[in-house]
């Protein structure tokens, strides 16, 4: 262990809130700027430590960031430190979406307002085809894994079978296969070296015992799970009861609580489902607003899966049920942050004591692996959906038993979109344009065809 002071909880407070404020990029991003932070530059814990920690996260659902922050948060300083870590990594988030949500429903139907929104769409689209191949690259090293991805985007796609069904499917598989030692689920999903710095676990302030409030505590973990639980679902059960399951709020409570549980894959493959649901089924927004809260999430820190507290907000305000509407939005899109971030801390404090049980466990390896083979499909499917719905006026629904496949009507195609699109496409699949980059050009250049009078 380095010869340093411990870090004072004040301190790693301050710690926490710089990497919160600073969270831009996505998960992979949010990654690298803590192991940058924590590893090379404070030497918290080594680079064994910090891996084994980001593998465990990639197990759970949820947004794997905010999940190896608590982690690493409880690592340092108990179950308070994990709280202060979650919590001020989703908190610069949660505030700026919450006000460009306030925005957007009062000056969303605004020229200027629709002119950046129509950029932003064609920018995020190509972060999302990017994200595409960024993980089929990884994920996708064999015939068995493409089938998996081929088979999870035809199945949401053409037929519409729920995300969870998808991900469950492919588990099984996953685990069928390395029961049979199949090859290709036996596999260790591999991470790519997150820092060019390798730092000894040895040389760290955690160094390589493990803390003694980390052994496991059976009775310690129960408890604490046992109060996560009742602040999550509690005001699930209240509302249901008090409301009645078809209010708009006890609709938003259970759904997103069914998220935080299914949320296996990060924020773009759970997205095509939240865009099914909160599109076709409740009606919350329409297909194109997907695509503008998903480009506030992308331009704001913090987790993109932050973008369902937008979804909550309009639901909430166009369904006020008597409130004022921005109060009602308000309330909505809280509630979503509430039961969408709630459950990580649950699945740290309860799961980490024990996460050395897992660390050689190969069947849960192989159904990993082959989730993330579906989790491509599943991303090419929120692709294609964003796109066709950015791209064309007008689609059509071509329904058969057991089918439900849109196609688009060629008259409708907006050039404009088309040609955004395209550029946008080109700067970062060609050029490697950086998000931040693509979202300003693509933002700069709806408002300049908006005021030209092209869209």
């Known amino acids: 262990m380095q010869d340093r002071p411990y870090p004072t909880l004040a301190e790693a407070t301050r710690i926490w809130a710089r990497i919160g404020l600073l969270s831009f990029g996505g998960p992979a991003g949010q990654i690298a700027l803590m192991h940058r932070i924590l590893v090379e530059e404070r030497r918290w814990l080594g680079e064994k430590r910090f891996l084994h920690a980001l593998n465990y996260c990639m197990l759970l659902p949820g947004p794997e960031a905010m999940q190896l922050a608590v982690y690493i948060g409880w690592l340092m300083h108990r179950t308070l430190g994990g709280i202060i870590a979650g919590a001020l990594f989703v908190l610069p988030g949660a505030v700026a979406i919450m006000a460009l949500s306030w925005v957007y429903a009062l000056y969303g139907n605004v020229g200027p307002v629709e002119a950046l929104f129509f950029g932003l769409k064609a920018a995020v689209l190509a972060i999302v ?55 290709a689920f036996l596999a260790a999903g591999a991470h790519a070296q997150v820092g060019r710095v390798q730092v000894a676990d040895a040389d760290t302030l955690l ?32 509302l249901f009861a008090a409301l009645g399951p078809a209010h708009v709020f006890s609709q938003i409570a259970g759904f997103f609580s069914i998220l935080a549980v299914v949320t296996f894959g990060g924020a773009y493959a759970v997205l095509a489902w939240v865009a099914q649901e909160a599109v076709q089924n409740f009606g919350w927004l329409a297909p194109g607003e997907m695509l503008d809260g998903l480009g506030m999430a992308e331009t704001t820190p913090g987790p993109l899966i932050m973008v369902t507290q937008f979804v909550g907000f309009m639901g909430a305000f166009r369904d006020a049920g008597g409130l004022p509407p921005l109060l009602a939005g308000t309330l909505g899109g809280l509630l979503t942050t509430w039961v969408t971030f709630l459950p990580c801390f649950l699945w740290i404090f309860l799961g980490a004591p024990f996460i050395e049980r897992l660390r050689d466990n190969r069947a849960l390896t192989a159904a990993l692996t082959a989730v993330t083979a579906a989790v491509v499909g599943v991303i090419l499917n929120l692709a294609v959906w964003f796109g066709l719905h950015v791209v064309f006026d007008e689609l059509r629904r071509i329904t058969a038993p057991g089918l439900a496949l849109d196609i688009p009507v060629w008259t409708t195609l907006d050039p404009a979109a ?38």
Do not use: K, N, Y
């Open 129 to 183: 085809v990017q994200a595409v191949i960024r993980i089929g690259a990884r994920a996708l090293g064999s015939p068995a894994m493409l089938a998996i991805a081929a088979a999870s985007f035809v199945a949401i796609f053409a037929f519409g079978v729920p995300f969870p069904l998808i991900i469950l499917a492919a588990g099984l598989i996953g685990l069928a296969g390395a029961r049979a030692g199949v090859p």
């Open 207 to 238: 160094g390589e015992e493990t803390p003694g409030h980390a052994q496991v505590d059976r009775a310690h973990a129960l408890r604490v799970a046992a109060v996560i639980l009742i602040l999550w679902l509690g005001p699930v059960a209240l």
């Open 418 to 455: 088309a040609g955004l699109v395209l550029a946008a496409l080109v700067a970062v699949l060609r050029f490697g344009a950086g998000t931040l980059a693509i979202l300003s050009a693509c933002a700069a250049a709806g408002l300049l065809l908006g005021a030209a009078g092209l869209i």
